[in-house]
């Protein structure tokens, strides 16, 4: 079992930047997918990134080119880059985890992670 804690959201001007982190604890972080989702009130929890176990990476259409995601294993920690920020990507954003290798089709799907954690805010201003 792995505990999530999400950290670096804020509040943005259009085009600015942020970095987003999620801290893992309670297990090998390293053979876990990890995923970036994010949710608007009154809209459903979207995939925007993730990782699967064994590096490989996947991004939603409307995030590809703009945001990334990396590992730090000795960190337990997972990282979102998110640059060229739109007032569209305002929302909270959540990582969840899951035991194992996610294939590319399944990595963006709420359904397939196991563990999540508490979110943060991201608010981008026009």
């Known amino acids: 079992q792995v505990q999530l804690v999400e950290s670096g959201g804020g509040s943005v001007q259009s085009g600015g930047s942020l970095r987003l982190s999620c801290a893992a604890s309670?297990?090998?972080?390293?053979?876990?997918?990890i995923g970036w989702f994010r949710q608007d009130p009154g809209k459903e929890r979207e995939g925007v990134a993730a990782i699967s176990s064994d590096g490989s990476t996947s991004f939603s259409d409307s995030v590809r080119g703009r945001f990334t995601i990396s590992q730090d294993n000795a960190k337990n920690t997972v990282y979102l880059q998110m640059i060229l920020l739109k007032p569209e990507d305002t929302a909270m954003y959540y990582c969840a985890a899951k035991p194992g290798r996610l294939a590319w089709w399944a990595r963006l799907l709420t359904n397939n992670y196991n563990y999540w954690g508490q979110g943060t805010q991201v608010t981008v201003s026009s």
């Open positions: 309670g297990d090998t972080f390293s053979t876990y997918s």
